[in-house]
């Protein structure tokens, strides 16, 4: 069956630095990859998406490449802020599962001033 | 537009009772779909319902049942509560039925269990 693995956390970055968050998906065929982050006493929030190989998604200096040979979705900012401080999701979705998201474990990001 | 509504957004119950939560989808929205989020399962996929078909269920037992009506709006009822039912639910919605659609999230419904 379908499956993500995304590195565990907690990640704790200094404001400005460099942030990578990896992600490798188990799937048949290709799926759609996701980055969802969820704030404190919130629901989930789209960061971005990508549908196809080689796709890269970006939203808010996020970045994340759908590499099929690796099967990985690695996201990616070059300077955090500490307002990213969250719970970051990867996601996938499969052609012949509707709407149906599998999720990853989560990775916390603590961002200090 | 209004986002995803779940309600309530917090409710405790005694173990073996039964619970409904609501959630009403955003506007034109027909694809609703329901999570369980725990700290030690994490996210994991309950149902999905598209114009008020069950399209995927996902590996939960038969006392989580969901419907959806006429208008999108879904329920999900837990019947005979446990203690492990304490969860966030979480409710997405989404235009259409196909893989690539964003799913967006309401804030959830907080089940404790006592």
């Known amino acids: 069956g379908n499956s993500v693995t995304q590195m565990e956390g907690p990640v704790t970055l200094s404001e400005e630095a460099f942030l990578t968050i990896n992600c490798t998906y188990t799937?048949?065929?290709?799926?759609?990859l996701f980055w969802y982050v969820q704030y404190p006493g919130e629901g989930l929030q789209l960061l971005l998406k990508?549908?196809?190989?080689?796709d890269k998604g970006s939203n808010k200096g996020f970045e994340a490449t759908y590499r099929k040979e690796t099967t990985s979705f690695h996201l990616e900012k070059g300077s955090v802020q500490v307002s990213d401080s969250a719970v970051y999701f990867c996601?996938?979705?499969?052609?012949?599962?509707?709407?149906?998201?599998?999720f990853g474990g989560g990775t916390r990001l603590m961002v200090k001033p | 537009k209004a986002g995803v509504t779940q309600t309530p957004r917090y409710l405790i119950k005694t173990r073996g009772q039964q619970v409904t939560l609501s959630c009403s989808p955003i506007?034109?929205?027909?694809?609703v779909s329901w999570y369980q989020q725990t700290p030690g399962q994490g996210l994991q996929f309950l149902f999905e319902?598209?114009?008020?078909?069950?399209?995927n269920k996902g590996n939960f037992p038969g006392r989580f049942s969901g419907r959806q009506f006429s208008n999108s709006r879904s329920e999900m009822n837990v019947s005979t509560l446990e203690l492990g039912d304490s969860a966030l639910y979480l409710c997405?919605?989404?235009?259409?039925?196909?893989?690539?659609?964003?799913?967006?999230f309401g804030q959830g419904t907080r089940l404790t269990v006592v």
């Open positions: 997405a919605s989404s235009p259409y039925q196909v893989r690539n659609t964003e799913a967006f």
């Open positions: 799937a048949t065929g290709y799926p759609s």
């Open positions: 990508a549908t196809k190989a080689d």
């Open positions: 996601a996938l979705s499969h052609n012949n599962a509707g709407n149906m998201l599998t």
């Open positions: 506007s034109g929205h027909r694809s």
């Open positions: 319902y598209f114009s008020e078909t069950q399209r």
